[in-house]
């Protein structure tokens, strides 16, 4: 079954003894070798492995010696056994290691001074380790025969000159994303990343989430416009209400790039295409930064071609909220405190919010606080509210993974609240979710659902209805949980008695 965000390999708790370069280590079963070794702090070069993706084999730099086993293995492929003995830094093992890494040098165009990934590349770093010196590093690298640079794409710049092949970016695209846009064509010296057909990126079914870039261990896939920061600090994404954590990098106070936090139980380390390109509206050069003051006898629709300074002038924070001090104060004088209304923004903190109703109710004395955000969300917390006493969902977002079915009515999730429309998508593609989706639209998660019912706009609620009229008149509801957690079920049956599925 997946989890919040990629499938998760079943392991259990039985305990595993084996020795890896004569130290004994205790694992889990299921527990890969690569695994084990990580947990017991013995390092293992690998390219292709990535803790949130399937086990793949496909660099070969993690092979390791096993007793009583013919050849060498990939560590991040094998399972754990008990009393097993690995040997992970032989002659034998190193000088294949040194082999491997040449030749995929040997393919990758290297600019490293130039690179975004400089010092912070896994390629710099394994080819240090198995012990290829900087002379043997520049002659290997072929400059000819580069391919074009994809520049085309609003939030990233893919080289395929500097790909390796390690496939992390195709399976993330399909194992985490869920999307599959992307996968390993053509064979031999011609190899590549590509779409379907081979066609642009941006002409694919790409939705620009990144995940891909994310999880590229070299200069292939770098942020366009992106530049190192100086320290990160972490929050949670502004956009949605699903609060993915994100760490965002700033330098000269200004964010200059955006990860996912790994350890979020909400995300794990994923994000949609608002959460790791939007968030560069906080330094937008259209971002208003100043105080301003309309002019005295200027309407404020005589700004012309969006100059604002034609109508306002700019003013400094002590005058600003001077007048503005003065003038609510005088229409709450005037016409009393519930003539004024307070409008909150979803791009601030819920502590924040919490401060402007309380200035609001306090300094102010109006109950009149809303939300950008209330309008769509008004009537299912109200319901939400009457039926379980409290207006956010009653469920986890992990519940999304574990469920054997999924009614999905009234929500285009995958773009409302798009890692949870991932989580729904992964469920069904790779897990053995069943999906309904109850939408007039043929929205992305109808391509996937087992049953689509098309209703008529408007009628979400009737359609609703009738579902419960057919599963009380056949007798399939549960009558345990109705009779043990529930109010109200006769007048329920009463009302929904009209609402068959032909009316």
């Known amino acids: 079954m997946p989890d919040a965000v990629h499938i998760v390999h079943q392991k259990n708790s039985e305990s595993i ?7 004994i280590v205790q694992s889990r079963q299921g527990d890969t070798v690569l695994e084990a070794a990580q947990e017991a702090g013995i390092y293992i070069p690998t390219l292709c492995y990535d803790p949130a993706l399937k086990p793949y084999g496909a660099c070969r730099l993690c092979l390791v010696e096993i007793e009583g086993v013919r050849g060498l293995t990939t560590a991040c492929t094998t399972p754990v056994t008990a009393g097993m003995v690995v040997h992970t830094d032989t002659p ?16 990758h165009h290297g600019d ?22 900087l002379d043997r590093y520049e002659q290997l690298r072929k400059p000819t025969n580069l391919l074009p640079i994809y520049t085309k794409h609003p939030g990233f710049d893919h080289d395929p000159n500097k790909c390796i092949l390690c496939g992390r970016c195709v399976r993330a695209c399909a194992e985490i994303a869920g999307v599959g846009a992307i996968d390993l064509a053509f064979r031999g010296y011609v190899a590549k990343v590509s779409t ?10 790409c939705e620009s989430c990144g995940e891909c870039l994310s999880h590229c261990p070299t200069g292939a896939l ?5 530049t190192q920061p100086t320290r990160e600090v972490k929050t949670i994404c502004p956009y949605c209400g699903v609060g993915c954590s994100i760490f965002l990098g700033v330098r000269s106070n200004e964010i200059v790039s955006v990860r996912g936090d790994a350890e979020s139980p909400v995300n794990r380390g994923g994000l949609c295409v608002k959460g790791r390109f939007g968030q560069d509206f906080a330094s937008h050069p259209d971002r208003l930064t100043k105080p301003l003051i309309r002019k005295q006898g200027k309407d404020r629709a005589a700004v012309i071609d969006g100059n604002l300074l034609d109508v306002f002038r700019e003013a400094s924070w002590d005058e600003a909220l001077d007048l503005v001090s003065e003038k609510l104060f005088q229409i709450k004088d005037e016409s009393g405190p519930e003539s ?13 919010n919490y401060v402007v109703q309380k200035f609001a109710r306090s300094v102010l004395g109006t109950n009149n606080v809303d939300h950008c955000a209330r309008l769509c969300h008004a009537s299912t917390v109200v319901a939400a509210l009457a039926a379980f006493g409290d207006g956010a969902m ?10 054997d079915l999924l009614f999905v009515i009234g929500s285009n999730t995958t773009e409302c609240h798009p890692i949870i429309g991932r989580i729904i998508r992964q469920g069904v593609r790779c897990g053995d979710t069943k999906l309904i989706v109850a939408d007039p639209r043929p929205i992305e998660l109808s391509k996937l659902a087992n049953v689509h019912l098309r209703h008529a706009p408007g009628t979400d609620v009737a359609l609703l209805n009738s579902l419960m009229h057919v599963i009380i008149e056949e007798g399939l509801e549960d ?14 049956r009463k009302t929904i008695k009209k609402y068959t599925p032909e009316t």
């Not at 093992?93 to 040098?105: A, D, S």
């Not at 009653?394 to 469920?403: E, G, K, P, V």
């Open 479 to 492: 009558r345990k949980f109705i009779d043990k957690r529930t109010e109200g079920f006769e007048e329920l």
């Open 92 to 107: 034998k093992v190193n000088k294949t290691r040194q082999i491997t890494m040449e030749l995929i040098i040997a393919n």
């Open 340 to 352: 004024i209304g307070v409008l909150s923004s979803a791009k601030i903190s819920n502590e924040e």
């Open 394 to 403: 009653s469920n986890s977002i992990a519940d999304f993974a574990q469920s």
């Open 196 to 205: 379907f057909g081979d066609k642009p990126l941006l002409e694919s079914i």
């Open 222 to 226: 770098v942020p366009k416009y992106a």
């Open 17 to 23: 003894t084996l020795t890896i370069d004569g130290k």
């Open 112 to 133: 490293c001074l130039a690179c975004l990934k400089n010092q912070d590349c896994a390629l710099q770093k394994i080819a240090k380790y198995v012990g290829i010196d």
